[in-house]
């Protein structure tokens, strides 16, 4: 991703407030996410408005990476549930809920 190339609306490169997307809180949101966490509660953990996170999901690298957070949630998810560990009734009505 390229933070440093960002335009103002009026064009200008550099221009405004700089950018709080990092990997590092991108990572975060993931992690957020991959837990169980909706976008608004990924994006205030990660002390970003969830506005913002709306217009940062525009970027295919940015959304791809919050739709392998999902699909690593469904997975653990499945596989606890067909390994049936204690507790994999949980899990499965949360899931239930969820799709």
């Given at each position: ?13 550099g ?5 709080k ?8 949101i ?8 909706t ?18 999901r ?12 999902t699909a ?13 560990q204690q ?8 899931l239930e809920?969820?799709?």
């Open positions: 991703m390229d933070f440093e190339g960002k335009k103002s609306k009026r064009g200008r490169l221009e405004g407030r700089p950018t997307r990092s990997p590092e809180v991108i990572a975060k993931a992690e957020a996410v991959a837990n169980g966490l976008d608004e509660e990924a994006a205030l953990l990660a002390a970003i408005n969830p506005d913002t996170m709306t217009q940062w525009k970027d295919p690298e940015f959304s791809g990476a919050l739709k392998r957070a690593e949630r469904l997975l653990l998810r499945l596989e606890r549930i067909e390994s049936g507790g994999w009734q949980g899990t499965a009505w949360a809920r969820l799709y």
